[in-house]
């Protein structure tokens, strides 16, 4: 919207862009639009996507932001072919030793697509192959410069925080901190750490706290990391009086007063497109939608004590006012009045007439099936829409597996195997996606034969990707929910094999798991 | 001269709101053909409408 209002529709850009591009637009949510992100694999928007006339991608800008006349430097720059993709990669084939030159590249790609990263990653490992030292060349971090094999490390480090499943580790991150304690990028590696330590589950349970105390420490006047500190000690319910002392040291950040000081600040510089930046409808949006998550934890919260109910509905109420279009509080509200035995009302406010106008997107049509399904009611509104939702999103493997889980949940299995059954395998060639149906089938203990035969064939197809290790490990899961014992066991220990040692703890739990179940049945 | 005056100042005010470019929709493939029958690079932007 920003980059509407500032970019494309201000004239002083829009004759250079008219002259210079065959111009094309996408919009997310109509069918034709939704195609061509599909085409292009674009997810998140803004996104410019630049191609020559036969089909080739030259380059690509990801976001927007204030002032435009930078933004315009960059299109610019796109068209004069400055470090375009198209540029950096024949010139890196020319000078594949320029560190620099690979560093720039990988930060294309990553951009490109910020998922999947494993050309970015692949690149990052040969920086940090050429250059151990990390003396060959420098590259832009923000307003910094940091020496390529430092931010290689770095990206790499992330790649692993962020990775699906088992891959999941802190320990490259960590080691990095531990390597350049006067790095410039520490902050951002601290940032990144504590979010992870603050939703990760169980095995970090003992390091987690101790992390987060480090980086309350090191930047004791940033209020993120006191954030960070509270979200762990409520989700794992420990250190409760250290959580408090963190919440009351968070008292000052106001995110609006911040962002009003700052909006004044710029107006005196003269500057109101930076103020239009940090003071904008999407700041205040999301400003809406905190206020919304806060009105709505509020009544689950007075809900779960069975006190001060009337003050509770009535902010429930405010937050469905404030995000009308907003399943997770309808879904919320519902709940409350479900638990407060009101059917009728939690109808009223998440029921069959929310899934018909306006129609809202298959993710708000899943979160309706799910909730309903879980609570035994509504069932045959619950059914319609998650038949909305596979309509919507025929090929997605999350859209699909949730229907077999709604389906299950009530007592139709015929339908679940239908739509998430051996007839999905046999097009399915995405060896994460072949895997989590395995892991699906196997948790329900159910279409066993189908969930093997998919994990195996999600094993053969990953010969090159960096996720072997979890595919082994769910194909062992799989063989244990089947009764095959020897053959789990011989998965898990391929898993733990194929581990690059970020989850050796993990399978060798699994590992003994197995073992103890081939124990049992050699005992009976 | 007063209506002609308000005539070329309704004109001036249409012209500002007209939008700044001709954006394509529709194939994809159709502005391929275009951008490069005219040596151009085609802009794909893709957005969503509540960001």
């Known amino acids: ?524 | 001269m007063k209506k002609a005056f308000i005539f070329g100042f309704v004109l001036l005010l249409f012209a500002a709101l007209l939008p700044a470019q001709t954006w394509l929709t529709g194939s994809v493939d159709d502005a391929l053909a275009k951008a490069k029958a005219q040596g151009k690079l085609l802009l794909l932007d893709f957005f969503a409408s509540s960001g």
């Not at chain 1, 294309?108 to 990052?124: C, F, G, M, Q, V």
């Not at chain 1, 018909?356 to 979160?367: D, G, R």
């Not at chain 1, 063989?479 to 789990?488: F, I, Q, S, T």
């Open chain 1, 1 to 524: 919207m920003l980059l509407g209002q500032q970019y494309y529709d201000n004239p002083k850009y829009g004759k250079f862009l008219e002259e210079n591009f065959i111009l094309y637009r996408a919009p997310r949510g109509d069918k034709t639009g939704d195609a061509v992100f599909k085409r292009f694999n674009v997810s998140g928007t803004p996104f410019l996507l630049f191609i020559d006339g036969n089909g080739k991608e030259i380059d690509w800008i990801r976001g927007y932001s204030a002032p435009p006349d930078k933004f315009h430097e960059k299109v610019k720059n796109v068209l004069q072919g400055v470090d375009t993709f198209k540029v950096l990669s024949e010139k890196s084939l020319e000078n594949p030793k320029d560190v620099s030159l690979l560093a720039k590249l990988a930060k294309k790609y990553s951009d490109r697509d910020p998922i999947n990263t494993e050309k970015a990653n692949a690149l990052y490992k040969q920086i940090v192959a050429i250059d151990p030292d990390g003396k060959m060349g420098m590259t832009e971090y923000g307003k910094d410069q940091v020496s390529c094999t430092e931010y290689a490390e770095f990206s790499l480090g992330q790649a692993v925080l962020y990775a699906r499943g088992t891959q999941r580790s802190p320990e490259p991150l960590k080691a990095f901190i531990k390597k350049y304690p006067a790095s410039k990028i520490l902050k951002s590696a601290y940032m990144s750490l504590s979010s992870f330590y603050a939703y990760a589950p169980g095995p970090y349970k003992e390091e987690a706290f101790k992390f987060l105390e480090e980086a309350v420490a090191k930047y004791p006047d940033d209020p993120y990391f006191r954030l960070y500190y509270v979200s762990r000690s409520m989700n794992n319910k420990e250190n409760i009086d250290r959580g408090i002392e963190m919440a009351e040291g968070m008292r000052s950040m106001n995110q609006a007063s911040i962002a009003d000081y700052r909006a004044r600040l710029y107006q005196l510089k003269g500057d109101l497109s930076q103020a239009e930046a940090v003071y904008s409808q999407e700041f205040m949006d999301g400003q809406v939608t905190s206020l919304a998550y806060a009105l709505s934890s509020y009544a689950s919260f007075w809900m779960g004590q069975k006190k001060n109910l009337d003050s509770a509905e009535k902010m429930m109420q405010t937050a469905i006012l404030l995000e009308p279009d907003n399943a997770y509080f309808r879904q919320s509200a519902a709940g409350f009045y479900l638990q407060a035995g009101k059917t009728d009302k939690a109808l009223e406010v998440f029921g069959p007439e929310f899934i018909k106008t306006p129609k809202p997107n298959a993710s708000a049509l899943m979160t309706y099936a799910r909730f309903w399904a879980s609570n035994k009611q509504n069932m045959e509104s619950a059914a319609a829409a998650m038949e909305s939702a596979l309509k919507l999103s025929p090929e997605d493997a999350y859209v699909r597996q949730s229907a077999a889980q709604v389906f299950i949940m009530m007592e139709k299995q015929d339908k679940a195997i239908e739509i998430y059954g051996p007839a999905y395998i046999k097009i399915q060639d995405n060896p994460l996606a072949l895997s989590g149906y395995g892991r699906f089938w196997a948790g329900q203990k159910k279409n066993l034969d189908s969930a093997l035969e998919a994990a195996k064939k999600a094993t053969t197809l990953a010969d090159q990707s960096p996720n072997q290790s979890y595919l082994w490990d769910s194909l062992a899961g799989v063989y244990l929910a089947a009764g095959k014992l020897e053959e789990a066991l011989k998965a898990e220990e391929k898993a733990l094999a194929l581990d690059e040692g970020f989850n050796t703890e993990f399978y060798q739990t699994q590992l003994k798991k197995i073992k103890d179940e081939i124990e049992k049945k050699a005992k009976k």
